[in-house]
């Protein structure tokens, strides 16, 4: 044995007594130690010094047998779920304490899967019964699968009979203050307008009237509309939507640039162009003029309450008013200020063609009037579709701001480089950041060292005789080390957020 040990060199040595050694990272310390641990007779005369270059992983497909999983860990819930136990089956097994993934949980308890499986045989007799039963409650389950939407039904026709009991307090706030407050301002506002200037047109049969009772009434549609996204873009995040529902509000505001193309400005054109083909004699215009004066001040009153919380809101966020709007940070905002912006121009398109054609007595600077209102929603909503689409698209964030992120996770010590970053705006002022990070293992293993006795560990090296010794010693080490590098990525996950409160989700994956 001996001449065959002198004839190989060491490391190769090493790797034909102890094959699970191959490829890991404690090769060197264990090639060190039995060399430390052999015969004078079997020492080599020249030891080459480690290399300790790049370390790349190799994808090797291996089988991992009974051998491999027996010291597994699982948690309750899948000892019940996998192996039909009960919780009260699993109290006379071996508990083992781990840390837990999550900031706000602590540490849970796992069991051996060896434990759990043994277990299991002894409460059902046999695999072939473990079987059946597994099958039995999968029958179920699948029963229950197709029985869930009628179970919805039910507690939905339940609800509507006693009433909804959640608390409605929330969306009343939203509507008293910031977007909510000014969409609520426009809805009363224009649709009082349009039933004034829907008077209007039926007493002077004007086509510019026309055009403006209808933007008034599709300006109140699509306000109503927003307010509706509004109230949906506040509910709690669920199982099914775990990012919440903040896009409502893009949704909406989308969908309502649609309804201004279609109602307002289709409308508007069809008024004006039938105007010119088969012109009408226009009745007195004092009425409307005075209606029109009094649509200018209160869509004027409506704009200035949307220019000032777009002022406000981007001052909040060190935005210039331009970017704020033309970035559709606050949606709902945008499209009222939009909205009011192009009355308030309408208005004036549309007492302007009127004046026209009392001044010379022709029918066609009226419709002419129609065609421009028609022409001014077309251009807003073409604006309101783009800017609500790009943000439904899922858009990056400020170039600054995502260095600003990018710098903090490169200055910390455990952190050797960071890859693949991507930080997407999720609406109302909501980031999800994500991130690609290559960890440092020596400062992480001394992370972990120094939570450690090294005399234990040290004694615990010279206590070992067999390679299945040597391997529980390494597994045993190896997983504290990747627990310690859990634990560092939840530390940075939450000073992340910590320093970034518009940071609601962070993904950061391990090179």
């Given at each position: 044995?001996s001449s065959?040990?002198q004839c190989?060199?060491?490391?190769?040595?090493?790797e034909?007594?102890?094959p699970?050694?191959?490829?890991?990272p404690?090769?060197?310390?264990?090639r060190v130690?039995?060399?430390?641990?052999?015969p004078?007779?079997?020492?080599?005369s020249k030891?080459?010094?480690?290399?300790f270059?790049?370390?790349?992983?190799v994808?090797?497909?291996?089988?991992y047998?009974a051998k491999?999983?027996q010291?597994?860990?699982i948690?309750?819930?899948r000892?019940?779920n996998?192996?039909c136990l009960k919780?009260?089956?699993?109290?006379?097994?071996?508990?083992?304490?781990?840390?837990?993934?999550?900031?706000d949980?602590?540490?849970?308890?796992?069991?051996?899967r060896s434990?759990v499986?043994?277990?299991a045989?002894?409460v059902?007799?046999?695999q072939?019964?473990?079987?059946?039963?597994?099958?039995?409650?999968?029958?179920v389950?699948?029963e229950?699968?197709?029985n869930?939407?009628?179970?919805?039904?039910?507690?939905?026709?339940y609800?509507?009979f006693?009433?909804?009991?959640?608390p409605r307090?929330r969306?009343?706030?939203t509507?008293l203050q910031?977007?909510g407050?000014?969409?609520?301002?426009?809805?009363?506002?224009?649709g009082?307008?349009?039933?004034?200037?829907l008077?209007?047109?039926v007493?002077?049969g004007?086509?510019?009237?026309?055009?403006?009772a209808?933007?008034?009434?599709a300006?109140?549609c699509n306000?109503?509309?927003?307010?509706l996204?509004?109230?949906q873009?506040?509910?709690?995040?669920?199982?099914i939507?775990?990012?919440g529902?903040?896009?409502?509000?893009?949704?909406?505001?989308?969908?309502?640039g649609?309804g201004?193309?279609?109602?307002?400005?289709?409308?508007?054109?069809?008024?004006?162009?039938?105007g010119?083909?088969?012109?009408?004699?226009?009745?007195?215009?004092?009425?409307?003029?005075?209606?029109?004066a009094?649509?200018l001040?209160s869509?004027g009153?409506?704009?200035?309450v949307?220019?000032n919380?777009i002022?406000?809101?981007?001052?909040?966020q060190g935005l210039s008013?331009?970017?704020y709007?033309?970035q559709?940070r606050d949606?709902s905002?945008?499209?009222?200020?939009?909205?009011?912006?192009?009355a308030v121009?309408g208005?004036?398109l549309?007492?302007?063609?009127?004046?026209?054609t009392?001044?010379?007595?022709?029918?066609?600077?009226?419709?002419?009037?129609?065609?421009g209102v028609?022409?001014?929603l077309?251009?807003?909503?073409?604006?309101?579709i783009y800017?609500?689409t790009?943000?439904l698209?899922?858009?990056?964030i400020?170039?600054e701001?995502v260095?600003?992120?990018?710098?903090?996770?490169e200055?910390?010590?455990?952190?050797?480089?960071?890859h693949?970053?991507?930080?997407?705006?999720?609406?109302?002022s909501?980031?999800?950041?994500?991130?690609?990070v290559d960890f440092?293992g020596r400062?992480?293993?001394?992370?972990?060292?120094e939570?450690q006795d090294?005399?234990?560990i040290?004694?615990?090296i010279?206590?070992?005789?067999?390679?299945e010794?040597l391997?529980?010693?390494?597994?045993k080490?190896g997983e504290?080390?990747?627990?310690t590098?859990?634990a560092?990525?939840d530390?940075l996950?939450?000073?992340?957020?910590q320093?970034?409160?518009?940071?609601?989700?962070?993904?950061?994956?391990?090179?």
């Amino acid at each position: 044995m001996s001449s065959r040990i002198q004839c190989v060199p060491p490391g190769l040595a090493t790797e034909r007594m102890f094959p699970c050694l191959a490829h890991r990272p404690w090769q060197v310390l264990c090639r060190v130690y039995l060399l430390q641990r052999a015969p004078l007779s079997q020492r080599p005369s020249k030891i080459a010094k480690p290399c300790f270059g790049e370390i790349r992983a190799v994808l090797k497909k291996r089988e991992y047998g009974a051998k491999y999983t027996q010291n597994n860990f699982i948690t309750a819930v899948r000892a019940m779920n996998e192996f039909c136990l009960k919780l009260s089956d699993l109290e006379q097994l071996r508990k083992i304490c781990r840390r837990s993934p999550h900031d706000d949980t602590e540490a849970f308890t796992v069991f051996l899967r060896s434990d759990v499986e043994a277990k299991a045989l002894a409460v059902w007799g046999s695999q072939e019964a473990l079987a059946r039963e597994r099958n039995l409650r999968k029958e179920v389950e699948r029963e229950y699968q197709e029985n869930i939407f009628r179970n919805q039904k039910l507690l939905k026709e339940y609800k509507d009979f006693w009433g909804n009991t959640e608390p409605r307090s929330r969306k009343r706030v939203t509507f008293l203050q910031g977007p909510g407050k000014v969409v609520m301002v426009a809805i009363c506002i224009n649709g009082l307008n349009f039933f004034f200037k829907l008077l209007a047109w039926v007493y002077t049969g004007s086509a510019s009237m026309f055009s403006e009772a209808i933007h008034s009434l599709a300006d109140t549609c699509n306000q109503a509309l927003l307010a509706l996204g509004i109230s949906q873009s506040v509910r709690n995040p669920d199982a099914i939507h775990p990012y919440g529902f903040s896009n409502m509000r893009y949704i909406a505001s989308l969908i309502s640039g649609v309804g201004i193309f279609m109602m307002g400005a289709g409308l508007s054109w069809y008024h004006g162009i039938m105007g010119l083909l088969h012109p009408q004699p226009i009745e007195s215009l004092l009425w409307a003029y005075c209606i029109l004066a009094g649509s200018l001040v209160s869509e004027g009153a409506t704009l200035l309450v949307a220019i000032n919380e777009i002022k406000k809101s981007s001052r909040k966020q060190g935005l210039s008013f331009y970017e704020y709007v033309m970035q559709s940070r606050d949606p709902s905002t945008n499209v009222v200020l939009l909205e009011d912006a192009a009355a308030v121009v309408g208005v004036v398109l549309a007492a302007g063609c009127m004046g026209l054609t009392s001044l010379t007595g022709n029918p066609y600077y009226d419709s002419l009037g129609s065609l421009g209102v028609g022409t001014l929603l077309g251009t807003v909503s073409a604006f309101l579709i783009y800017t609500n689409t790009e943000a439904l698209l899922g858009r990056s964030i400020q170039a600054e701001h995502v260095q600003k992120l990018t710098e903090f996770l490169e200055n910390d010590p455990a952190v050797r480089a960071i890859h693949d970053v991507k930080a997407t705006d999720m609406g109302l002022s909501k980031v999800r950041f994500k991130a690609e990070v290559d960890f440092d293992g020596r400062v992480v293993t001394c992370s972990y060292l120094e939570k450690q006795d090294i005399e234990q560990i040290l004694n615990d090296i010279q206590q070992v005789k067999t390679p299945e010794e040597l391997e529980n010693f390494m597994l045993k080490h190896g997983e504290n080390i990747i627990d310690t590098l859990g634990a560092e990525v939840d530390r940075l996950e939450k000073e992340l957020k910590q320093r970034n409160p518009e940071v609601r989700h962070v993904d950061l994956e391990i090179l």
